[in-house]
């Protein structure tokens, strides 16, 4: 096994990407520095990082970057990559990834002290940390509330447990829910369905690379894709491409392999069995603002690579050694859900009667025919009974639950949510069960 390949095992490495006009940066890990193009020009190696650097991100002139080996968030000047300050974390914390919040704040995972620091970037002071389920690692704000996946990772077995997504009031810190998924979730993308695409890596061994899709609202999951493989990173580029970094290593004999899908029918366009190819261990994948197709990191042939949303190799970049973490500037504007475009498709009633024991009525429009399904989940995210999932032809439909799993079992009472999806559109309403 090569000496990159080993330090990939060892060092957690969740580098970043996304740009300005053409402004690129990107996080050398095994280099310890930054490299950054410019549109035409690449620089290497422009500013010194800390020990294991494996995040960056870019607020106005400032670049920020995230060391886990020496526990270090560095602010640096993009224009002259001058180091402006450094705010040292909490020792041994492993500060794993970050995310900028719209009030001027960075929320950093600690993978090791299982908590989520606040940092305030007008004083560079921290505010509070927050504490989560063990193993923390993607982070992202969305409106009102905070968003962690944790993997539970046991360190002494090698094995995951349960995957988690945390719920928190991002003024209060207080935690909302607690949403099950599969094992191992990584970092998470609030797409254009309005919904958070949280990817679900596997255990590398028995279980593989799934998608969750999770209402940012109502807290629930709505649905699975399985992808395969064990990718590690997501972005979605400017036409709902979705690309994911998948691995491709020396020492298995294949080539670098990205993995792809579309947001707007959520089927699987690249996977295992048709990868895009390119350069040699892909870690890291970023879309540039405003544009198809996505930016890859070769951890293993030191290259960033520019791929087309066909598949296309477009450019490829020499950067410095072990690239990871890619980031453009500005980042591209948050996509929300249009209502009026889901009412055109279709229309979920309030279930009648509700309250309700044991049974309720759940009426639906559909105006456009197509693959529809209308779920039944509990307040963890969990699937508790599906009522129908087929291809349906427009007009008016009418489904009943009995407060029943697909098993047959009485469920107790509490908060249930009735999810109808289409290949592009949800809709979800709250039901009340009391006995």
């Known amino acids: 096994m090569s000496l990159k390949r080993t330090l990939l095992f060892l060092l957690p490495l969740i580098m970043t990407l996304q740009a300005i006009a053409n402004d690129l940066y990107v996080v050398n890990t095994l280099g310890e520095t930054i490299s950054y193009w410019n549109g035409s020009t690449t620089q290497n190696n422009v500013a010194t990082l800390g020990l294991f650097p494996n995040d960056i991100l870019v607020k106005g002139d400032t670049l920020l970057a995230l060391n886990s080996g020496s526990a270090s968030l560095q602010l640096f000047d993009r224009n002259n990559f001058s180091l402006l300050s450094t705010l040292n974390l909490a020792e041994g914390s492993n500060p794993w990834a970050m995310t900028l919040t719209p009030n001027d704040r960075v929320l950093i995972t600690n993978w090791l002290a299982n ?83 949280t990817l679900c890596t596997g255990n590398y061994w028995s279980s593989f690379g799934q998608i969750v899709r999770i209402d940012p609202a109502l807290m629930v999951n709505i649905d699975t894709l399985n992808i395969g493989g064990s990718p590690g990173d997501i972005a979605e580029d400017s036409q709902g491409n979705v690309f994911l970094a998948a691995g491709g290593w020396a020492y298995e004999g294949i080539a670098g392999q990205i993995f792809s899908y579309s947001v707007a029918s959520m089927e699987l366009i690249h996977g295992p069995d048709n990868p895009i190819q390119a350069g040699q261990g892909i870690t890291n994948v970023a879309s540039q603002p405003n544009t198809t197709g996505v930016w890859v990191s070769s951890f293993e042939s030191d290259e960033v690579i520019s791929i087309s949303a066909t598949g296309e190799i477009l450019q490829s970049l020499t950067v410095g050694d072990g690239p990871g973490r890619l980031i453009f500037s500005p980042t591209e504007p948050a996509v929300s859900i249009d209502p009026e475009q889901i009412a055109q498709s279709f229309r979920l009633s309030s279930n009648f009667p509700n309250p309700f024991n044991p049974t309720t009525r759940i009426p639906f429009q559909l105006n456009q025919a197509g693959h529809t399904s209308l779920s039944i989940v509990d307040t963890r995210g969990r699937l508790v009974h599906s009522l129908i999932n087929a291809d349906l032809e427009t007009g008016q439909y009418e489904l009943s639950w009995n407060g029943t799993t697909m098993l047959g079992e009485t469920v107790p009472s509490g908060i249930y949510f009735a999810v109808l999806s289409s290949r592009s559109n949800q809709s979800v309403i709250k039901m009340n069960l009391i006995k």
């Open 115 to 197: 908590t989520v620091t606040v940092i305030d970037l007008q004083s560079l002071a921290i505010v509070t940390e927050i504490s989560t389920g063990n193993s923390p690692q993607g982070v992202l704000q969305v409106a009102d509330r905070i968003y962690v996946t944790t993997v539970s990772y046991n360190s002494t077995e090698y094995s995951y447990g349960q995957g988690q997504v945390f719920v928190y009031d991002a003024a209060t810190f207080a935690e909302l829910s607690v949403i099950d998924v599969p094992a191992n979730p990584q970092k998470m993308i609030l797409a254009r369905d309005g919904l958070l695409h």
